[in-house]
């Protein structure tokens, strides 16, 4: 028995020698690298969803603004409202019908 507990501490002395500490240094670096591009990744997923939140928050604001313009230029551009809207240049609304030009050399060429 006591040769069985001898090998396991032999086998775990083995691991902490100086060489084969520097062996292990690459398989070290190896999962620091990974270690890093790990917190890289979850930093990138927060910035990311960020800026999906300010844009959707963006579009909202744009939406509500084209159609409260919309709704505005709806009214403008109503029959009663430009009547009133050009009544201070001296327009006013016709009450006879329009009168249709003609070309006469149009005529002539027929």
């Given at each position: 028995m006591e040769n069985k507990t001898n090998e396991r501490k032999m086998n775990w002395s083995r691991w902490f020698h100086y060489q084969s500490?520097?062996?292990q240094v690459p398989f070290f670096l190896f999962l620091a690298l990974l270690a890093v591009l790990y917190i890289y990744n979850g930093h990138y997923a927060n910035k990311s969803i960020r800026d999906?939140?300010?844009t959707e928050k963006e579009v909202?604001?744009?939406?509500?603004?084209?159609?409260?313009?919309?709704?505005?230029?709806?009214?403008?551009?109503?029959?009663?409202?430009?009547?009133?809207?050009?009544a201070p240049l001296g327009l006013q609304e016709l009450t006879v019908s329009p009168v249709v030009l003609v070309d006469s050399l149009s005529e002539q060429g027929q």
């Open positions: 500490l520097v062996q999906i939140n300010r909202r604001e744009l939406k509500y603004e084209y159609k409260m313009i919309k709704g505005e230029l709806l009214s403008r551009t109503k029959q009663s409202e430009l009547i009133n809207a050009v």
